[in-house]
């Protein structure tokens, strides 16, 4: 029966490998031999935001899982089991990825869940498993059902994914400077996302990649890493706690405080879900183009590189 699949459960796998690699970057770090930084508050809150995800996702993944299962019975095709349905799974799954993160930093309702994995000011593999809780209230999994009906099994689905987070750990690390030319081209590394961490100006709302870091040269949103211009980790405005469940929920907890307040009208409560973060009904709030318009302004010599707009930026309101 196709609807009884069951892989192996790939990031399960790998946590063996994740422990040691952390701990193996931990030593190579504290005895100088690496660059990095650990901080041992910071890095105990993304381990229990890792261990919280996790928990969230046995509880509350079967959810998604079994939606996409039920619009399994309406696709147009079965395309079965082959290797290359699996290589095409990915690479699809991939794309989708893409369009999800790059939705995740620019619609405040999905950055609410996603901003916990940006909270951290360090950048180590521990980083990796600062994961969210509440991914299943975005509803982002309907991204996945044009695959499903295309003909991939949500099992297909959920198995090429896990590769695609096993690769997602490794990048996310201070140690590992630049790489073959070739293999920056073409897959997403360490030094691209550490581009997307940062928050410098230039650095914002770039490189969304999972694992091929080819969509976003394919659609304007690729920045490289400048030397010149180390990126600098965390969020815009840092949330300056290593708790949890603040971690957890602020933006949550942010995004509609902003939306109740009263004397908006529905329109401006209904932006302050779906509008860029950091958008205001006042304007009194930066967002990432304010930001970038502004660094502008103070070094015009940097307008129109990649990342940065040209100098007819417009100032702030």
């Known amino acids: 029966m196709m609807d009884q ?28 031999r690496a660059k990095g930084s650990f901080e041992t508050r910071d890095t105990l809150a993304s381990l229990m935001m890792g261990t919280g995800n996790v928990v969230a996702g046995l509880l509350l993944g079967v959810v998604s899982y079994w939606a996409l299962l039920w619009l399994w019975q309406f696709r147009f095709f079965n395309l079965g089991l082959s290797i290359w349905v699996f290589v095409a799974a990915f690479l699809l799954d991939d794309l989708r990825y893409y369009v999800y993160h790059r939705i995740a930093h620019q619609v405040r309702w999905v950055w609410a869940e996603h901003v916990n994995h940006h909270s951290s000011q360090h950048y180590n ?3 990796a498993l600062r994961q969210s809780w509440t991914g299943l209230f975005t509803f982002m999994f309907v991204l996945q059902a044009p695959l499903v009906l295309l003909g991939f099994h949500p099992a ?83 949330i300056g706690t290593f708790n949890p469940l603040k971690v957890a929920f602020h933006e949550w907890i942010g995004m ?30 930066d967002t990432s183009e304010t930001l970038k318009a502004a660094y502008v302004r103070r070094n015009p010599g940097e307008a129109g590189k990649p990342g940065l707009p040209g100098a007819s930026a417009e100032p702030a309101e």
């Open 156 to 238: 297909v689905i959920a198995f090429v994914f896990g590769f695609n987070l096993v690769w997602q750990f490794w990048i996310h690390t201070e140690t590992i400077s630049r790489m073959w030319g070739w293999f920056e081209f073409i897959f997403n590394t360490p030094s691209h996302h550490r581009v997307h961490h940062a928050t410098n100006p230039r650095y914002l709302d770039a490189n969304y990649a999972g694992t091929l870091i080819i969509w976003d040269r394919m659609f304007g949103t690729f920045v490289a890493e400048l030397e010149e211009d180390r990126p600098r980790y965390g969020i815009v405005k840092n």
């Open 5 to 32: 699949y069951n892989f192996p459960q790939v990031t399960q796998l790998a946590i063996p490998f994740f422990v040691a690699a952390i701990l193996i970057e931990l030593w190579l770090v504290r005895t100088g």
């Open 125 to 127: 593999l521990s980083t």
């Open 256 to 285: 509609f405080k902003d939306a109740l307040t009263p004397g908006l009208t529905l329109s401006q409560r209904l932006n302050y879900l779906i509008q860029p973060p950091g958008w205001s009904h006042d304007g009194s709030r």
